[in-house]
Every structure is written in C-alpha cells, then in structure tokens.
C-alpha cells in the first residue's frame, strides 16, 4: 500500500493560516490524496481531497505537488475549534478501506 | 438528517460476555465499515460490507461477527469479548467503493472490557 508520513505535531496561532504537510513518494498515478480530521473525542470527519489539481472548498485548500509526491492542506484562518489530529491517506484502486497513519496533532494557540 | 449514527456510545462489559455495537445510516449508502481505533494506532478495519448480505473481512476481523439484513444497518457483534477488545469502535460509510468517494464516520462507542 502507499503511504503518507506527516509530522507528529504542530502548533499555530489562532487566525493565522496552516499548513499541513504530507509526503506520499510511492503514490501512483490513479491514488486520490484524501484529508481527514478527527476532533477530540469525536469520529474522523473528511476535510478535502484530490487527484492533481489543487482544490478548494469550504473548510480547506489542498496544494498537491506537480511531481504528485507531496501535498498540503492549507488552513486558512486556524481557529481554536481546528485543534485536532488530521490524517492524509492516499485511496489506492483495490483498497476497500482508508489506511489511517498517526496523522498530524494540530494545536491552536490562542 | 441523522448521517451515520452508532450505539451505544459507552459500553463496559466481562470478559467471556457477547456484545453488540450498533451502526445506522440513513443515506442508504451501499458500503459499510467498521473500524477499531488504540491509542498508538491508527484506525485499523475490522470488516466491511459491500451491499446487504456482503460482507468480507479486513485487517483485524478475528473475535468478530458482521451481518448486514439491511442497507441501513450493519451490526458488529463480539461473540466472546476479551480484554484485547477494548477500544474505540467506529462505523463508516460511503455510496462506492470508488477512490474519489468519501467515507462518513459515526461518533463512535467506546467499549472496556474487564
């Protein structure tokens, strides 16, 4: 399976935007490149995915590479309730499920 | 709209006991999952439904049954829970198994057996 590696962990301030980073070196050229972040407590909740463009929506921005190898989710304007862990996982062909890694904490300062 | 909802939220229970944990979807999605999540793991795939009377096995299904009757529900029931069970239970669907499709979780239950 092709898989992602993120940092462990990272900080911002409270209205500043974030950048969430994910290297995916193995990806192949039919994986989607999905965000998924789980709030304390709460089930994993999708943010955005992507295939090679960059995409938009509501929540988030995703920035993915032009070599495919990499990608960023881009957080705004970080607010104290976008404290949380948040996962890239590529979605391969023949795989039923999501391959969740450790994903990235995010803490927000206020 | 209620989505994906589970129950019950919280559980204790014996070891050597039967559970089940409830998943209910109201999207009439076609795929159903049901996922176990411990603390230094990720989220691991227990087994999975494709459509009512589908069901296949994924990372970890040993110590668990699955039956789907129904496109709304898909119960997971632990026949003989053990201490090893204990962890946070998640249920998911999606309407494909497609790449670009997304998977909605439930709340989740969180399950200790003593």
């Known amino acids: 399976d092709a898989k992602t590696t993120q940092p462990n962990s990272m900080e911002s301030n409270e209205e500043e935007p974030v950048h969430l980073p994910c290297n995916h070196s193995?990806?192949?050229?039919?994986?989607?490149i999905h965000w998924y972040r789980q709030l304390p407590s709460q089930g994993p909740e999708y943010v955005i995915h992507g295939l090679t463009s960059n995409v938009n929506n509501r929540m988030a921005s995703l920035a993915i590479a032009e070599d495919r190898k990499s990608s960023t989710l881009i957080l705004h304007r970080a607010t104290l309730r976008d404290a949380a862990v948040y996962y890239c996982?590529?979605?391969?062909?023949?795989?039923?499920?999501?391959?969740f890694g450790p994903g990235t904490r995010l803490s927000v300062l206020p | 709209d209620a989505g994906i909802t589970q129950s019950p939220r919280y559980k204790i229970t014996e070891t050597g006991r039967q559970v089940t944990l409830m998943c209910h979807q109201t999207w009439s999605h076609s795929y159903m999952f049901w996922y176990r999540q411990d603390l230094g793991h990720g989220l691991r795939l227990i087994y999975y439904s494709a459509a009512a009377d589908i069901t296949d096995k994924g990372e970890v299904p040993d110590g668990y049954v699955v039956s789907r009757s129904k496109t709304e529900n898909f119960p997971l029931t632990l026949e003989s829970a053990t201490r090893s069970q204990t962890s946070v239970y998640f249920c998911?669907?999606?309407?494909?198994?497609?790449?670009?499709?997304?998977?909605?979780f439930g709340p989740g239950t969180r399950l200790t057996v003593l």
């Open positions: 996982i590529l979605r391969t062909y023949y795989g039923q499920n999501f391959v």
């Open positions: 998911a669907s999606s309407q494909t198994s497609g790449t670009a499709d997304t998977q909605y």
């Open positions: 193995t990806i192949s050229g039919t994986d989607y």
